[in-house]
């Protein structure tokens, strides 16, 4: 699949190649600076995401973008965000294998066109496509894993974080983690 950024976009909105398009608003591609350092991706869109056509506008998005800040961050600077399917899964259930294989091209295309430095990889179904493995967060967490050789660190869904108050700080060592591989990386 060697499509650039237009034609790339215009397949992901137009994809059929599974259920979950049949449901959908739209489909959301991503968001960001295309030649970022920085590759967020999450499980899939949610309502709010399914009618702007945007990853993370929600509350989770509020919270991701106070992540992103409390590392010197910004969305759509040096960051670019993604997700594993691109189409809303019904009731925001957990995106399912078939689902996230039928989703992957496009996700492993955003990768090689944006060739981040670092890879983050918002909860468990993300890290299951990026890493193609079984993970547990608990276990894949303060390491670097890679995928392609990019590196890729893993953490909380900032979804599940909202849920899940006492994570909330493993989440910020994933963080300071992730700074701490990215500076490192800068500096190789």
């Excluded at 989770?60 to 691109?86: P, Q, W």
């Excluded at 006492?166 to 300071?176: E, F, G, S, Y």
């Amino acid at each position: 699949m060697g499509l650039g950024w237009d034609a790339l976009e215009a397949r992901i909105r137009g994809c059929e190649a599974c259920g979950l398009c049949r449901r959908r608003k739209q489909a959301v591609p991503g968001v960001g600076d295309r030649q970022a350092d920085w590759l967020f991706v999450g499980e899939g869109p949610g309502a709010e995401e399914d009618e702007r056509g945007e990853p993370f506008v929600g509350q989770a998005g509020r919270l991701l973008d106070a992540m992103l800040a409390s590392i010197d961050l910004k969305r759509g600077e040096d960051v670019y965000i993604a997700n594993a399917v691109k189409c809303r899964p019904p009731n925001n259930r957990t995106p399912e294998a078939a689902e996230l294989a039928a989703c992957f091209p496009y996700l492993q295309r955003q990768i090689a066109l944006i060739q981040p430095r670092l890879i983050v990889a918002l909860g468990r179904p993300a890290a299951q496509a990026l890493l193609n493995e079984e993970v547990r967060i608990a276990a894949a967490r303060g390491k670097l894993h890679s995928h392609g050789g990019i590196p890729v660190v893993v953490t909380y869904h900032p979804a599940y974080l909202l849920r899940n108050l006492q994570d909330k700080a493993k989440a910020w060592d994933d963080l300071c983690f992730a700074r701490r591989s990215m500076r490192g990386l800068k500096h190789a």
